[in-house]
């Protein structure tokens, strides 16, 4: 197994904020429209409008954007 999937697999159990997420992703737009084409799972931990989400830590990672 190469080092990429090693990374991936260890990422399935770690979760990150939407604000955590959103840097990573390259915006709060970006991840609202990967979040809605379902290529990031989230749940959110209350049922409130404004509630914190959990993003999937290998979703995420999968569409970082490194800025050069």
């Known amino acids: 197994m190469d080092r990429l999937q090693e990374i991936m697999k260890a990422a399935e159990k770690v979760t990150f904020s939407k604000n955590q997420s959103s840097v990573l992703v390259g915006g709060r737009r970006r991840l609202e429209h990967l979040t809605a084409e379902k290529k990031i ?4 931990t209350t049922n409130k409008k404004n509630g914190r989400w959990e993003c999937k830590g290998s979703d995420v990672l999968r569409y970082t954007i490194i800025d050069a």
Request: aromatic letters at 24%.
């Open 41 to 44: 799972a989230y749940i959110k």
